[in-house]
């Protein structure tokens, strides 16, 4: 190829380059946030199904076994707890849900149960008020309602204190993953 030939070859200019490039920064700075919603939405949903779940496991739990269960919402350490009986007790803890923990990753922005932020769900797995709870992730909230039969419950009695259940299920967690290290962390 002559030296000529090179020359009069068509190029983009700087101009054209320059324009170009602007206008793809321009595309991704609109585009960019509404991709971080997306993925804090998904991980909101996916923590509803989630918790959605675990409650409806507890439920049948509550009729299989023939016992009433507790379930307690710990807003300040983004954790749910349930017990077999009535009462908030170390010893009757089945389940631990650390919602700040993977793969969920979000936090428990606020329930509208009130006062002792309990549930009682009796023999037949039915909750006895409704409630709802609020999930939050990167600045997206998200409400899950639950739907009660309005029944009387049973007085609930606190054994163990919020820090005794928070040092509690973690050697709980601690056993279910394989480390029996027998002290509460």
Known sequence: MS???RLNRPAFSMIEMVLVVSI??????????????????RSLQSAKSVIESDINAIKLRARATGKEHVLVFYP?????????????????????????????????????????????????????????IGLLHDGT???IPFTGTD??????????????????SIKINLTIGGLDIGIGL
């Open 24 to 41: 793809m920064a321009i595309i991704v700075t609109i585009a960019a946030p509404k991709f971080a919603d997306a993925e804090s939405g």
């Open 141 to 143: 909230e998200i409400f």
């Open 151 to 168: 029944f009387t419950r049973t007085a609930v009695t606190e054994v163990d204190t919020e820090e005794d259940i928070k040092t509690e």
């Open 3 to 5: 030296m000529n030939a």
């Open 76 to 132: 300040a350490d983004e954790m749910v707890v349930a017990f077999e009986g009535t009462s908030i007790d170390r010893n009757a803890i089945v389940f631990v849900r650390q919602l700040t923990d993977e793969p969920l990753g979000v936090e428990l922005s606020r329930t509208d149960i009130g006062g002792d932020e309990n549930i009682v769900v009796n023999v037949y797995g039915e909750l006895e008020k409704d409630f709802t």
